[in-house]
């Protein structure tokens, strides 16, 4: 929403913009000092959140030198099958590749299959890759289903991935305990309300 002014930013919108942001971050339970922006929509901030995950999980200044992976393990990212389908595209654009992307079996009730996930993480250990990125989803598209965003960030903290958070407030009842405290363990998250406002928040 910020315009271009010269870096006084001294216009309506910019105020409009961080008063939101503030609003965001107290619901979401995140610090004051944490930063985010308003994007034009949830595929961009699917974008900008999977940016900040391959910044910072390559061993290298992946801004500086690009995605490089000849040199240096492929980074690998993690989502279920209900995952949106942006993601793909998302970490397509970023020039990682859809091979860097991992499809992983959901259960019964549409959450991602948390044994395979660690299979998955283990094979590309195993083969030489990065394991870079948990993508959870807190009210995925088709049916709404919560994947297990604590058990996920367990898995992030053992495995040393950054997880990326998804969240959808049509979805938000009685589980936002759970997922407040789960989604402050995330360094990046997309937040959507009700598809008019989307929200990528980095803690620092």
């Known amino acids: 929403m910020n315009s271009a002014s010269l870096g ?3 216009v309506a919108s910019s105020y409009v913009e961080l008063q939101l942001l503030g609003w965001l971050k107290s619901l979401l339970g995140y610090p004051a000092d944490s930063s985010g922006l308003l994007l034009s929509g949830g595929s961009m901030a699917n974008l900008v959140g999977l940016a900040v995950a391959r910044t910072h999980a390559a061993p290298y200044d992946v801004r500086d030198q690009g995605v490089n992976v000849s040199d240096h393990p492929r980074l690998m990212y993690y989502m279920s099958s209900e995952g949106h ?9 970023l020039g990682l590749g859809s091979a860097s992307l991992r499809i992983v079996p959901v259960k019964d009730d549409f959450t991602i299959e ?7 993480i283990g094979d590309d250990r195993d083969a030489g890759r990065l394991p870079a990125c948990i993508i959870a989803t807190a009210g995925t598209v088709n049916t709404g ?9 367990d898995i ?3 495995e040393k991935p950054v997880d990326a958070c998804r969240c959808s407030v049509r979805r938000i009842r009685e589980d936002v305990s759970a997922i407040r405290t789960s989604r402050r363990r995330s360094r990046a998250r997309r937040f959507t309300r009700l598809r008019f406002a989307q929200v990528a928040i980095r803690p620092v």
Request: no cysteine.
């Open 145 to 153: 289903a919560i994947d297990p965003l604590n058990e996920l960030a």
């Open 114 to 120: 948390v044994d395979a996930l660690r299979e998955a």
């Open 8 to 10: 006084l930013d001294e």
């Open 156 to 158: 992030a903290q053992e």
């Open 85 to 93: 389908s942006s993601l793909r595209k998302a970490i397509e654009l």
